[in-house]
T-cell receptor, first 114, second 114 residues
Framework: AQSVAQPEDQVNVAEGNPLTVKCTYS??????LFWYVQYPNRGLQFLLK??????LVKGSYGFEAEFNKSQTSFHLKKPSALVSDSALYFC????????????FGIGTKLQVIP | KAGVTQTPRYLIKTRGQQVTLSCSPI?????VSWYQQTPGQGLQFLFE???????NKGNFPGRFSGRQFSNSRSEMNVSTLELGDSALYLC?????????????FGNGTRLTVT
């Protein structure tokens, strides 16, 4: 069975500071990993994905994520936070060989303080 | 290109009733997935359809069912509603259902069961 853990319910960061939203996963074999963002009263929007190759993945809106196989982690990062980044962030995993039965984490609320 | 459209946006039903939710995927997308989102559980996978066939199913009771039509539009039905079915139901489409094609989410249907 595959699973995702987002250990922080909420992350607070000052505008202009770097941000990190943590994610660890468990899956058989090599994973597909994703980050999605959800703004209030909206569906989720795709930010970035790791399929294979470079461990550092760049995505939308200046976000990036680092795949660490030994620590089974896929933390989301941004060098300089904006107030408009405040939203709910979801990490997701899919084991290879499966169709779209993606497992999502419970979400981390990011609050960027002006 | 129009995004994923879910109707209705809001629904209020009473226990014991049934409900049908509709999802129109992005034009050309053949895979449609459904998720239930609640504050305590996060996103839970319901099922995924591709070319009118259910390929994957989550761990939900048989009261939850779905179908996909030849134009890729999908419906989800919940019978004998329970209070615990109150949630945001999200539909997501992708080109092939393959992990290389990310999920595109609709804005959801907010179901309240009283």
């Amino acid at each position: 069975a595959q699973s995702v853990a987002q250990p922080e319910d909420q992350v607070n960061v000052a505008e202009g500071n770097p941000l990190t939203v943590k994610c660890t996963y468990s899956v058989s074999g090599n994973p597909y990993l994703f980050w999605y963002v959800q703004y209030p009263n909206r569906g989720l929007q795709f930010l970035l994905k790791y399929i294979t190759g470079d461990n550092l993945v760049k995505g939308s809106y200046g976000f990036e994520a680092e795949f660490n196989k030994s620590q089974t982690s896929f933390h989301l990062k941004k060098p300089s936070a904006l107030v408009s980044d405040s939203a709910l962030y979801f990490c997701a995993v899919l084991g290879r060989g499966g169709y779209q039965k993606v497992t999502f984490g419970i979400g981390t609320k990011l609050q960027v303080i002006p | 290109k129009a995004g994923v459209t879910q109707t209705p946006r809001y629904l209020i039903k009473t226990r014991g009733q049934q409900v049908t939710l509709s999802c129109s995927p992005i034009s050309g997308h053949r895979s449609v997935s459904w998720y239930q989102q609640t504050p305590g559980q996060g996103l839970q996978f319901l099922f995924e359809y591709f070319s009118e066939t259910q390929r994957n199913k989550g761990n939900f009771p048989g009261r939850f069912s779905g179908r996909q039509f030849s134009n890729s539009r999908s419906e989800m039905n919940v019978s004998t509603l329970e209070l615990g079915d109150s949630a945001l139901y999200l539909c997501a489409s992708s080109l092939t259902g393959d992990p290389n094609s990310p999920l595109h989410f609709g804005n959801g249907t907010r179901l309240t069961v009283t």
